[in-house]
């Protein structure tokens, strides 16, 4: 049997960060949907599921990140979202954990970070 694609949603309104994130990601064969502004992350999450999500905290100088992490958490099944950020303070860490965030990491990060918050998100999500 073969074993369905990991499906992961970034949402990131740097096009640059984009193409990191597809370019590191298709390496495993995840399937990638992107997303530059809240209203292409409402259209991608209302169009289907995912098992992983990165959104950048900031978008377009607004801290939007966290209300489209409210959003994918009240889907059902919910995705497993981490938050990214240039702009890490303890208080959005704080407030992204409070809303469901699995983990909240800094740019720039490293390739094998990706890969290990996409395996841990996954034995999450089949752990529930």
Do not use: C, W
């Not at 992961?8 to 309104?13: A, F, H, K, Q, S």
């Not at 995840?30 to 999450?45: F, P």
């Not at 409070?98 to 752990?127: C, H, Q, T, W």
């Amino acid at each position: 049997m073969l074993e369905e694609a990991v499906k992961i949603l970034v949402v990131d309104d740097e096009t640059s960060v984009l193409e990191s994130f597809q370019m590191i990601l298709k390496i495993r064969d995840y399937d990638v949907t992107t997303a530059q502004n809240v209203d292409e992350a409402i259209s991608r999450a209302n169009q289907g599921s995912y098992d992983v999500a990165f959104v950048d905290l900031r978008l377009n100088g607004h801290e939007e990140g966290l209300d489209i992490l409210k959003l994918l958490k009240s889907k059902k099944p919910s995705p497993e979202v981490v938050i990214v950020t240039a702009y890490a303070s303890e208080r959005t860490q704080a407030n992204a954990i409070e809303l469901g965030a699995m983990e909240y990491i800094s740019k720039p990060f490293l390739m094998e970070e990706i890969y290990d918050l996409v395996n841990r998100a996954i034995r999450k999500k089949r752990s529930r």
